[in-house]
């Protein structure tokens, strides 16, 4: 059986995550896909072409990726090379004390270049990115034409 997981599943934005996948033939070419919806319901993805080492397994932090949104060692180019469905669009959080970034992770047999909606992954997981950590306080800014917030540690 095939399982995708991501170590940790709730992290902050700026700290690694591990995302291994298991279960697979050695050898096995896999197209792994991360995508999320940003606070507008836009679309973001990126790809990554692996072929698993001799038990089975990928893992991004080890294995070069073949092509695909990118390629090389980039253990997390899934997170980084997020690209919008929609030309001139950004990845822009808005809330980022309210609620985080659900990154979906899937896993595909062979090469995936498009969404075929009648495909599925062989497994799939979720990651939570989120920009403010557990306690910190958010204190907007407003001095004359000055705005901004302040963003204040436990």
Known sequence: M???TVTP???LADRPVQIRVRGLSP???VTL???LKDEHGECFQSRAFFRADGVGEVDPGLHAALGGSYSGLWPMGLFWFLQPDTLFRRLVKR???GSPFRVRLEVFDGLCLGVDPRERPLASC???RWYVGPGVQRVPIREGRVRGALFLPP
């Open 9 to 11: 599943q709730s992290s």
């Open 27 to 29: 050898s096995q070419l």
């Open 2 to 4: 095939v399982e995708v």
């Open 126 to 128: 979720e990651a939570e």
């Open 33 to 35: 896909r991360a995508w």
């Open 95 to 97: 809330d980022v004390a």
